[in-house]
């Protein structure tokens, strides 16, 4: 019992520690893109970020400045991203997210659930071969 609670905070530890080190080389690392600005758009990320500073300017959640419904121009698009960045920055109290930190964040999301998904592996199966 004791040896897997003491195994248990290492694996907390490590999530932790991996965490940091994303968060800090995503904060000294520039972000190039690999589509345009067009690109961009046709994607919907610039969409999602106006809805996200709509809502946080107005609480308006999941629209856009036009007053129309995210959902409506970005039909069968996740809207997952917009809605956890809008309850994110607002409970931060952020005013504006600019779009480097939109990708960021995009990145670090990935990055943790990454992480999660491996300790869970871990602690399920308690073998290191089926994570890597």
């Known amino acids: 019992m004791r040896q897997n609670f003491s195994l248990n905070i290492s694996l907390i530890f490590l999530f ?20 345009s600005t067009q690109g961009a758009y046709l994607l919907l ?15 308006k959640i999941l629209m856009l400045p036009q007053n129309h419904r995210l959902e409506d121009l970005a039909g069968g698009e996740d809207q997952g991203y917009p809605f956890i960045l809008s309850v994110l920055g607002r409970s931060l109290g952020m005013r504006e997210v600019a779009f480097s930190a939109f990708i960021k964040f995009n990145y670090l999301l990935v990055i943790a659930l990454g992480v999660a998904t491996s300790v869970l592996l871990f602690l399920a199966f308690k073998s290191l071969l089926i994570n890597v």
């Open 16 to 35: 932790l520690a991996l965490l940091v080190m994303s968060i800090q080389f995503l904060n000294t690392r520039s972000i190039k893109l690999q589509w």
């Open 45 to 59: 990320r610039f969409q999602w970020l106006d809805s996200v500073n709509l809502y946080l300017k107005t609480g």
